[in-house]
Nanobody, 125 residues
Framework: VQLQASGGGLVQAGGSLGLSCAASGDTFSTYVMAWFRQAPGKEREFVAA????????VYADSVKGRSTISRDNAKNTVCLQMNSLKPEDTADYYC???????????????????WGQGTQVTVSS
């Protein structure tokens, strides 16, 4: 499956931003979808994930309550809405797709098979 992320940009602290990831090439609904991020000089970290039918969403503690992940299986897209952004949210954001991601491994980057190219989010203070 091919993934194309978009929606990044520059936003002031306290603002909001919506990221989108379009998938193609395979049956989107069979994949667990997730967002990860990587700040300069830091390791890639989990942000949020959503199970195949959207029934279960998992969030990193750092974004819980400020972010919402959603998916539209008819449109082959997964979105991440981020609110109350902080400078520490600055990073490249990547969408990922995994076919056989067990719930306990949802936060593990190694559980995902396909990755998008990343979209940059910069939050100014």
């Amino acid at each position: 499956v091919q993934l194309q992320a978009s929606g990044g940009g520059l936003v002031q602290a306290g603002g909001s931003l919506g990221l989108s990831c379009a998938a193609s090439g395979d049956t989107f609904s069979t994949y667990v979808m997730a967002w990860f991020r990587q700040a300069p000089g830091k390791e890639r970290e989990f942000v949020a994930a959503i199970r195949r039918n959207g029934s279960t969403r998992v969030y990193a503690d750092s974004v819980k309550g400020r972010s919402t992940i959603s998916r539209d299986n008819a449109k082959n897209t997964v979105c991440l809405q981020m609110n109350s952004l902080k400078p520490e949210d600055t990073a490249d954001y990547y969408c990922a797709a995994g076919r056989a991601v067990i719930l306990s491994a949802t936060r593990e980057a190694t559980a995902y098979d396909y990755w998008g190219q990343g979209t940059q989010v910069t939050v100014s203070s």
